[in-house]
T-cell receptor, first 116, second 110 residues
């Protein structure tokens, strides 16, 4: 079974440019997460989806960040415009349905963004 | 919101020694405590987890203990091996929101 897939793995852009990251969760996983991981830090939640609904986006900087999960499967995270401080690894994770006992989150390999 | 503190930030041991990493959390409603291992440039992977109705859980060389009264939990690795070298993150969750610690870089020297 394939794990969580993310692309691209690396992205280098100049500041003020837009950038988008794509995530394909594990088949059958209804819950999808986007995390930001700064160097030497733990992942920080940006947004959580239950199917196509964003149920927790309180940590998403909505002035420049946006996300979508139109059909409840793949998801895209966008930054426009990118700033120097956005350089980090963006991790996608998925888990089974959120209701009931907590379910393990499976992480993708991440996209390492460098903003010059 | 939940706050998770993790110590130490770095830990160096000799192969065969034990390693202990400690975390504290703030939200008394938290009920799930996973530990993730992240090798350099790779994805975090779950190595063990514990739920609030259990005080201790063991899986081969890895064990986790939970003290809900004191709001702290610990990861214990026995008979460490060089391949245990990685960054370890603890996490805590209330309702479906994982909050991670800042990580412990474990270095196991042969």
């Amino acid at each position: 079974e394939a794990g969580v897939v993310q692309s691209p793995r690396y992205k280098i852009i100049e500041k003020k440019q837009p950038v988008a990251f794509w995530c394909n969760p594990i088949s059958g996983h209804n819950t999808l997460y986007w995390y930001l991981q700064n160097l030497g830090q733990g992942p920080e939640l940006l947004i959580r989806y239950e199917n196509e609904e964003a149920v927790d986006d309180s940590q998403l900087p909505k002035d420049r960040f946006s996300a979508e999960r139109l059909k409840g499967v793949d998801s895209t995270l966008k930054i426009q415009p990118a700033e120097l401080g956005d350089s980090a690894v963006y991790l996608c994770a998925s888990s089974l349905v959120a209701t009931g006992p907590y379910n393990e989150q499976f992480f993708g390999p991440g996209t390492r963004l460098t903003v010059l | 919101g939940e706050n998770v503190e993790q110590h130490p930030s770095t830990l160096s041991v000799q192969e065969g020694d034990s390693a202990v990493i400690k975390c504290t959390y703030s939200d008394s409603a938290s009920n799930y405590f996973p530990w993730y291992k992240q090798e350099l440039g790779k994805r975090p992977q779950l190595i063990i987890d514990i739920r609030s109705n259990v005080g201790e859980k063991k899986d081969q060389r890895i064990a986790v203990t939970l003290n809900k009264t004191a709001k702290h939990f610990s990861l214990h690795i026995t008979e460490t091996q060089p391949e245990d070298s990685a960054v370890y993150f603890c996490a805590s969750t209330g309702f479906q929101k994982l909050v991670f610690g800042t990580g412990t870089r474990l270095l196991v020297s042969p």
